[in-house]
Nanobody, 122 residues
Framework: QVVLVESGGGSVQTGGSLRLSCTASDSIYCMGWFRQGVGEEREGVAVTHTTTGTTYYARGVQGRFTISHDKAQNTLYLQMDSLQPEDTDKYYC??????????????????WGQGTQVTVSS
């Protein structure tokens, strides 16, 4: 069982920045960020393979969000810049033991964090 603990959500104005963190209890290979609004389907935001560094972003966040991973700390980050009101959602860290070729946004993840709220006001 891998435990994921998130932090870093909050409220900002349009154009602001936030950084989310997710610390894993093990050196799991495939980690990512997902978001879901009330009554909406969950959306993959960004995923990375912690060994190869292969990374994928959702089209709507490309160029604004940056996913990174600190191996020594087993911690995943999501730097979110130029935030827009449509980025308002609950953000979840997720992970699984996929190899690099299967670590994609559509991959079903077996481990999930508790979620952290991000609210962007106009």
């Amino acid at each position: 069982q891998v435990v994921l603990v998130e932090s870093g959500g909050g409220s900002v104005q349009t154009g602001g920045s936030l950084r989310l963190s997710c610390t894993a209890s093990d050196s799991i290979y495939c980690m990512g960020w997902f978001r879901q609004g009330v009554g909406e389907e969950r959306e993959g935001v960004a995923v990375t393979h912690t060994t190869t560094g292969t990374t994928y972003y959702a089209r709507g966040v490309q160029g604004r969000f940056t996913i990174s991973h600190d191996k020594a700390q087993n911690t995943l980050y999501l730097q979110m810049d130029s935030l827009q009101p449509e980025d308002t959602d609950k953000y979840y860290c997720a992970a699984d033991w996929y190899g690099s070729s299967n670590c994609i946004l559509a991959a079903p993840m077996g481990y999930w964090g508790q979620g952290t709220q991000v609210t962007v006001s106009s």
